[in-house]
């Protein structure tokens, strides 16, 4: 069943001698619950594509599709509960909030959206992501790894229908790389959640359902390696 699809997507930054076209007639569909590994060199379009997903920068051009829902049709209040609802970001950079606990970082995206708190659910994911007697901790008081596992948690809290990943791994060493990514992996199959990761890692490429390269805005490359 598909969950997303693009159609002809462009993003144009600047205009004239200054222009920019960071996409450049991009399309492509996304079946419920795969993983797909998006790979590129620096500059090709890779992270314009990933924020254009996930609602958090516009299209010049071209349309997405969630859930059969255009997503750029919808209001500005509409596309922030679109954001914080439908999408799980995730980035290499982990984003958390200084001052609050591993557990308070996690829930943030739910009070924000006005929800009670699923605490099953809660105690599910630290219980998976290895979090247990950290849950007071502040992000300072936890490894690079750690705070890497709170971000996803934060991320999968709202139980999302997709999950975007911007390097993930690019500021943790290989086994934390590869336990972040396993992660991942259980998340997309436990919860049969759609998982869209960019990576300059091959071997981490290799570990998804299919592979899409990007080069100058434009797909190069959309091969399938597993079923």
């Known amino acids: 069943m598909e969950i997303?699809?693009?159609?002809?997507?462009?993003?144009?930054?600047?205009?004239?001698?200054?222009?920019?076209?960071?996409?450049?007639?991009?399309?492509?569909?996304?079946?419920?619950?795969e993983f797909v590994a998006i790979i590129g060199p620096?500059?090709?379009?890779?992270?314009?594509?990933?924020?254009?997903?996930?609602?958090?920068?516009?299209?010049?051009s071209g349309k997405v599709f969630m859930n059969g829902k255009d997503v750029y049709?919808?209001?500005?209040?509409?596309?922030?509960?679109?954001?914080?609802?439908?999408?799980?970001?995730?980035?290499?950079?982990?984003?958390l909030i200084p001052v609050l606990n591993v557990t308070e970082n996690m829930t943030l995206p739910v009070l924000m959206d006005g929800r009670e708190i699923n605490t099953d659910r809660l105690k599910e994911l630290i219980d998976t992501l290895g979090l247990n007697g950290r849950e007071e901790h502040l992000p300072n008081q936890l490894s690079g790894g750690q705070q890497q596992r709170v971000s996803i948690g934060r991320a999968l809290m709202?139980?999302?229908?997709?999950?975007?990943?911007?390097?993930?791994?690019?500021?943790?060493?290989?086994?934390?790389?590869?336990?972040i990514v396993d992660l991942l992996k259980l998340s997309n199959k436990k919860?049969?959640?759609t998982l869209i990761m960019i990576t300059h890692?091959?071997?981490?490429?290799?570990?998804?359902?299919?592979?899409?390269?990007?080069?100058?805005g434009k797909i190069t490359r959309d091969e399938v390696i597993r079923k």
Do not use: W
């Not at 509960?81 to 980035?91: A, E, H, N, W």
């Not at 890692?201 to 100058?216: G, K, M, P, T, Y």
């Open 201 to 216: 890692d091959e071997n981490i490429a290799l570990q998804a359902d299919r592979i899409i390269a990007i080069s100058d």
């Open 42 to 60: 620096s500059g090709s379009g890779k992270s314009t594509l990933l924020h254009i997903l996930g609602g958090v920068d516009k299209p010049t």
């Open 4 to 33: 997303l699809r693009v159609e002809n997507l462009c993003k144009i930054y600047g205009k004239g001698e200054n222009e920019v076209r960071a996409l450049d007639g991009v399309s492509l569909s996304v079946e419920l619950g």
């Open 158 to 179: 709202n139980a999302p229908a997709v999950v975007l990943a911007d390097e993930p791994t690019g500021n943790l060493d290989s086994r934390n790389s590869q336990e």
């Open 191 to 193: 919860y049969n959640q």
């Open 73 to 95: 049709s919808q209001s500005e209040e509409e596309l922030a509960v679109f954001r914080r609802r439908q999408v799980g970001l995730i980035y290499q950079f982990y984003n």
